[in-house]
């Protein structure tokens, strides 16, 4: 069977692509925030995981606020990247895994999820940056991805609850997927902020570095919070911490408990919280 090995998570922001393509890594402003990688690095250099699962949210490459789909399931052999309108430079392909793909879509399906299966699928920057902040020397990133769309813009969302069951559903279907590969979930957004109305440039330092510690020790922890308490303490587009919960619930499946293996918060960037987070599945 598959070997689920562990979870990433780190903020998606545009910026970030700019000044990747800038070289500004070293800059003031960003070196704080690039800092927080290195031990991350060294990590994946070593687990070398061969297939990542990414929830993520489309930014309206796929979808847009005319149809929403709650869950969607990419399902293609390769996964096209295109301009979001950003400046930020267009990321070669990336290889999809059509087989995980498949076996994880029965697997939710069983067990009476309803989602939108992609046969063909965009992927944006929630999706490509972060293969870019993991693997900053390889054009490509030396994995396969399976790209899981979870709904943090359209409004009703689903649940924390409904998430966290969908990231466990994800995580077993993992494990009993008859392959040798090596498998780790990435969650790509957050942590708390806002774009947008009387609170634009929201931040809430203390309820982001309550839910990070959460993801270690109780990662149930912000499944008591509505759709709408979400947002009170995250922000609008804080919310998108639910990818994060996700991974971490996909996590519980291996059943042996986890190890942080580094994690950092920096604030601000572009106006919003970032963080990342790598986590071991203890063997």
């Not at 396969?144 to 409004?155: A, G, L, R």
């Not at 291996?254 to 942080?260: D, F, I, N, P, Q």
Request: charged share 15%; proline share 7%.
């Amino acid at each position: 069977m598959a070997r689920l090995i562990g979870g990433l998570a780190t903020s998606h922001i545009p910026a970030i692509g700019g000044a990747i393509a800038k070289g500004l890594q070293s800059d003031p402003y960003w070196k704080p925030f690039f800092d927080g990688f290195p031990p991350i690095h060294d990590w994946l250099a070593r687990v070398k995981p061969d297939v990542l699962v990414v929830f993520y949210n489309d930014h309206g490459l796929n979808f847009f606020l005319d149809k929403m789909p709650t869950f969607a399931v990419g399902a293609a052999a390769e996964y096209a990247n295109a301009d979001e309108g950003w400046g930020i430079p267009t990321s070669p392909p990336v290889a999809g895994c059509p087989d995980l793909s498949w076996h994880i879509i029965r697997h939710l399906m069983a067990q009476e999820f309803d989602i939108v299966t992609c046969q063909e699928m965009l992927v944006d920057h929630a999706c490509t940056l972060p293969l870019k902040l993991f693997w900053p020397n390889d054009a490509v990133a030396p994995v396969q991805i399976v790209p899981i769309d979870i709904n943090t813009v359209q409004f009703p969302l689903p649940t924390a609850k409904r998430v966290y069951k969908l990231g466990k559903t994800v995580g077993a279907a993992i494990q009993s997927w008859r392959s040798e590969q090596r498998v780790a979930v990435l969650a790509s957004g957050g942590l708390s902020h806002q774009l947008e109305g009387e609170r634009a440039g929201f931040i809430n330092k203390a309820f982001d570095q309550q839910f990070m510690e959460s993801m270690v020790s109780n990662p149930e922890w912000a499944t008591q919070f509505s759709d709408t308490e979400l947002v009170d303490r995250a922000g609008t587009q804080g919310v998108e911490l639910l990818m994060w919960l996700a991974m971490r619930a996909a996590l519980t499946t291996a059943g042996a408990g986890v190890r942080k293996v580094h994690s950092h918060y920096h604030i601000p960037i572009s106006n919003t919280a970032t963080g990342v987070l790598a986590l071991e599945v203890l063997a």
